[in-house]
């Protein structure tokens, strides 16, 4: 397998899909989030260290902030990163395809070299292969939806990939 460079190829994280705000906002929103969270957090304790075990109400809080804080700053550094490799994203280059549609989830590699078809819908794509028919679901936001189906059509035409556009049907 061909290691590619970053210069060769583009990266399309998928972000938080949420079109309210953008993902730079929405990152920021998130860190404050947590941050203020965690003060809440280190505030329970503390005052439940002063106040002694008689106020176990203020450690069951201090807990529970401490957990909503740290998914709020996963979610700021790894789902909303645009460079995080475990952030859901859709890297395309010159020889393969690289899909991460969680950030739980496994990235697929596919080899242009084996595509025979593909199917671009409504925030999915389709790959016919040697080895069948796979789709993969995603969500973000719809002009980056666009630019990752405009980028593997490129490169589709350029591969001699017949490229069907199943939103058009």
Known sequence: MKTESIEQSQRFTLGSGDISMSENTARKLNYVAGGLMMISSLYYFISFIYEGADS??????????????????????????????????????????????????NSEFINWDEVKKIELGYYLIGIKSKTGLQYFRYSTRKEISIKIKRAIEDIAVQKGIKVENLSKR
């Open 56 to 105: 176990n109400y203020k450690i069951i809080s201090g807990v529970l902030f401490f957990l909503t804080a740290s998914m709020f700053l996963f979610k700021a550094h790894v789902e909303l990163s645009t460079t995080s490799k475990y952030a859901p994203h859709f890297l395309i280059s010159e020889s393969r395809l690289k899909i991460k549609t969680g950030v739980f989830k």
